[in-house]
């Protein structure tokens, strides 16, 4: 039998690190539930070793919710098992993590789509489909 | 030259959704450690902006400076800054040469009156009238002066712009002097290194165009979020030197096992910058990690320090000698040292 087989995972004791994390979302998340503040928690500016970062993962895991974003290189946005709590994950051109953050929010501000693009949106959709009425608008537009 | 429609128009027009502007502001704000709740009014500010005019100029340099700001990046999130700013002078980048290249920056000059921001890489040679370091016929101090008068801030990239550098060592033949000792005017950023981590200045002028203010800055006039700690606070070898774990020669077991370098001569304890945390060459290392201690070059006088490979517990520059002796004759020094270090550090920068 090999090692990986084995059903049971050995793990340690968190570090101090991870747990001041895990007591700061628990206060985040009430928050949220009681008063709807929304709030985050910036990994990149925390001393965490790669251990820390695998056992906070771990520890907070992954629910019903995952997103892919290619906005300037790919971004991983991910509900936790604790509903409220997200995973974002910014990776820079070349794939590393460029920046990191546990959102507490009923939906990260990433995935909803901006209002300037939405009305950006609006204006082509109805330029396409009425084109002659635009084109005519925009001769007259230059005319003026 | 500056553009009149805002960033969220312009990167609109080539594609490119507002969400950008939010993932810019989410890596600038990790960058600078600024509060997850500025984000947004990040992004909102940097899509309102206009296209930021910068000029730079480059004076008595390696052209370091600008390796680092150009050759870091990786194509997507991180060179986002060169939508944000129009780069309208610089001897290196700029296809236009002579006559042409000065019409440029004198051009962006008027155009932008008020509100363009200098970059300076190298110091400034005053020796001699400053002939020592020309561009198109006059001297580096003239085109300075001419430069900055209607300048928004200035931003001085690199130690030699900062704090005079290696021109500025001893016996500083040119009479090389920092910006600072010239503008004194004007909002002035330093942001020190030899070269300066590409993040510290990618991240300052997005602070800048983002909010319409300078960063806070350290007594030496560096943002706090870059040179806010030494490199010795963030080390990773610190536990070792906690536990009084040196290597003493570059070869032995200490150094195979990747223990503290103070004793081979490391100024990580009076070094500000962010080497630690930042990283070189898209995170994958910095000196220490690469087996030899920080030279300290953030810091004024680097290289007058009295010897790379000496130990700080034997000082640095001149009272540095009666520090050895003390510890010839047994003397407890460390502390003191340490303090003595950054005293003269201070001292160093009002004398310079």
Same mark, same amino acid.
């Given at each position: ?10 793990? !340690? ?22 008063? %709807? ?24 895991? @992954? ?66 489909? @009425? ?11 230059? @005319?003026? | ?13 080539? %594609? ?28 909102? %500010? ?83 009238? !400053? ?73 300052? $002028? ?86 030899? !201690? ?38 407890? $020094? !460390? ?18």
């Amino acid at each position: 039998m090999k090692l990986e087989s084995i059903p049971v995972q050995v793990t !340690g004791p968190a570090s101090g690190v991870t747990n001041a994390i895990l007591m700061e979302i628990a206060e985040l998340l009430q928050q949220l539930a009681e008063k %709807g503040v929304s709030g985050a928690i910036n990994l990149r500016s925390l001393p965490l070793s790669e251990e820390d970062r695998t056992r906070l993962e771990d520890r907070l895991g @992954h629910g019903e919710v995952s997103a892919q974003l290619d906005v300037a290189g790919t971004t991983e946005v991910w509900e936790t098992s604790y509903p409220g709590v997200w995973w974002i994950r910014h990776r820079g051109g070349d794939g590393r993590i460029a920046a990191e953050e546990i959102a507490v929010t009923h939906v990260p501000e990433f995935l909803m789509s901006p209002k300037e693009d939405i009305c950006a949106a609006a204006a082509r959709i109805n330029a396409e489909m @009425h084109p002659t009425e635009t084109s005519a608008s925009e001769e007259e537009a230059l @005319h003026v | 030259m500056s553009d009149s429609k805002t960033l969220g128009e312009l990167l609109a027009r080539r %594609g490119v959704s507002r969400r950008v502007f939010l993932k810019y502001a989410s890596y600038t704000a990790s960058l600078m450690a600024l509060p997850p709740a500025m984000t947004t009014a990040m992004a909102q %500010g940097l899509a309102n902006a206009r296209r930021q005019s910068v000029i730079w100029l480059s004076f008595q340099e390696c052209t370091g400076c600008t390796e680092s700001f150009t050759r870091s990046f990786s194509p997507t999130l991180e060179d986002l800054i060169f939508n944000f700013i129009s780069l309208d002078y610089h001897h290196t980048l700029q296809a236009a040469s002579g006559y042409a290249a000065e019409e440029a920056r004198l051009a962006a000059m008027e155009e932008n009156k008020g509100k363009y921001i200098v970059v300076v890489d190298g110091s400034v040679a005053l020796k001699d009238d !400053g002939i020592y370091s020309t561009i198109a016929g006059i001297s580096n101090l003239q085109m300075l002066e001419e430069t900055v008068a209607d300048a928004f801030a200035v931003i001085s990239v690199g130690t030699c712009a900062a704090f005079g550098g290696l021109p500025f060592a001893n016996p500083n033949p040119t009479g090389a002097v920092p910006i600072s000792e010239i503008v004194t005017d004007k909002p002035l950023i330093n942001i020190s290194g030899c070269p300066p981590i590409p993040e510290a200045m990618t991240g300052t $002028i997005s602070y800048v165009l983002s909010f319409g203010v300078i960063p806070e800055l350290d007594h030496l006039g560096r943002p706090l979020a870059f040179f806010g700690e030494t490199i010795h606070d963030r080390c990773y070898r610190r536990p070792f030197y906690e536990r009084g774990m040196f290597a003493k020669s570059f070869d032995d077991q200490g150094a195979r096992k990747g223990w503290c370098l103070f004793e081979l001569g490391c100024k990580g304890p009076i070094t500000y910058n962010a080497c630690a945390t930042q990283k070189w060459n898209g995170g994958v290392s910095f000196p220490i990690q690469s087996g030899h !201690g920080c030279l300290g070059c953030s810091e004024p006088g680097f290289w007058d320090k009295g010897g790379l490979y000496k130990p700080l517990s034997a000082g640095i520059g001149t009272a540095g000698q009666y520090i050895a002796g003390a510890a010839a004759a047994g003397a407890a $020094i !460390g502390a003191a040292s340490a303090a003595l270090a950054r005293h003269r550090k201070n001292k160093a920068m009002k004398e310079g």
